[in-house]
């Protein structure tokens, strides 16, 4: 086990080396490199890394440059996870066999995938890794939308929002299924921990970071990942609708270990109502007409219902 | 790399470098300013051309609280032994989240004009806001 790097406050935390570089091709204000460069940062040991097909990934390794500073490989859509699984089953046999040049570095194997290819395309292969229990993380950069494509709706976008396939008009709102749970679908699993994180509560995330590395087996992480472009809101104000996301409980930040054991690791101080969260984004302007209202008041009670929930469980630890 | 090769002479399972040389340690020791990047890290590359604003940095006012080097999508607030510097003016897409983020009052980063004189501006910078009543 390798030493966690120690992280008491932000300037500490700034004195870290990044090795996610700049003039990546992602949107001003996009906050999946914030994401990607706080859990790079949140450790020292080296890093494998790979990327599903994604934003993440068509934005960062635009030939002739790489923005990575670590091992990165992508393949597929849908095998960031797998590719990422049989680096660290190689790993551990040549550990085995004695055939490592270094054998005392410790590297950490990490995935990177967006919504579309964790939720719809790569699920069963994520799901294959979890349920192998291979030593390494999956990180969900969860902006809820195919937004590399052109906003086509995946499994992850919410009621109400109108995405390109969903479009808001006149016989419809948009969107008409509600989200899917993937922490608690990953939890099922029994890895030895799951969890939800957002980029404006860094320390948070850290914590969650170096937990889920220094932990052996699969970890599953859920990033929520504020989208300027399919969300429609100002590139500046990509961590006010990460604070209110995190605010209103959209996006509840809780840890699951074991797969029961529920932790909520964030209880905001003063709710925000989610009409305000929803009053920010472009995507969901037609929900304020008239005919529309009543999807509001729907939102609010699910949510509340659902930050119940999350108590309920964090109580009886099951 | 001599010679850069098109998007139809590439093998597949190519792998680019980021680094020149040799590296022995875990580049997350290396600060950024002692690296030897290649040619085909982005670092080298330049975004400044999507940039219509940009942000002036005024240390009289910084607290050096790190809140825009954390929250920095485009890895260009430079920080220096817990010590805010500068911006890194190849890297930054002028989105402006850094002034958003910024605690201070006023605030010690500000969005201008591209071509605003960065001097004039600090000279001109707004004083501290009452609260409002």
Known sequence: ?318 | MSKQQGWDEFEIGAMLRSFDGKIDECPAFTPQRDRNYSQNSSHVASVADWRLIKPVYNKDYCIDCQFCWVYCPDVSIISRDKKMIGIDMDHCKGCGVCVEVCPTNPKSLLMFPEQADEETEIASWPTKDEKEE
Request: glycine residues 6%; contains cysteine.
């Open chain 1, 1 to 318: 086990m390798s030493e966690i790097k120690k992280i008491k406050n932000l300037k500490e935390f700034s004195t870290s080396a990044d090795r996610f570089e700049g003039a990546h091709l992602l949107c001003p204000g996009c906050a999946h490199s914030i994401i990607v460069r706080e859990v790079l940062n949140a450790t020292n040991d080296d890093l494998v890394l790979a990327a599903s097909t994604g934003c993440l990934e068509v934005c960062t390794a635009v030939y002739p440059y790489t923005s990575w500073d670590a091992s990165w490989i992508h393949i597929g859509f849908e095998n960031g996870s797998t590719a990422v699984s049989g680096a660290e089953a190689m790993y551990k046999a040549l550990k085995t066999k004695g055939r490592l040049k270094q054998p005392d570095r410790n590297p950490k194997f990490v995935a990177f995938g967006g919504d579309g290819s964790s939720y719809d395309i790569g699920f069963q292969w994520i799901s294959g890794c979890m349920e192998r229990n291979h030593n390494m993380m999956y990180i969900v950069l969860d902006n809820e939308v195919y937004a590399n494509t052109g906003g086509q709706r995946s499994s992850s976008t919410p009621i109400g929002a109108s995405a390109t396939t969903t479009p808001a008009g006149s016989v419809s709102y948009g969107e008409k299924r509600n989200k899917k749970d993937m922490v608690a679908i990953m939890a099922s699993h029994n890895i030895p921990y799951s969890a939800q994180v957002a980029p404006n509560k860094w320390k948070d995330m850290v914590k969650k970071i170096q937990h889920g590395m220094n932990v052996e087996g699969a970890v599953f992480i859920n990033a929520v990942s504020p989208c300027t472009t399919e969300w429609k809101f100002d590139p500046k104000d990509t961590m006010h609708l990460a604070d209110l996301s995190t605010d209103s409980l959209v996006f509840p930040l809780y840890e699951i270990i074991d797969g029961h054991e529920l932790n909520i690791t964030y209880r905001p101080k003063n709710i925000v109502p989610v009409e305000e969260y929803l009053a920010a984004q472009g995507r969901f302007k037609h929900l304020f007409k008239d005919e529309y209202k009543y999807l509001i008041k729907e939102w609010q009670t699910r949510v509340d219902a659902n930050w119940a929930y999350l108590q309920r469980r964090e109580e009886a630890r099951v």
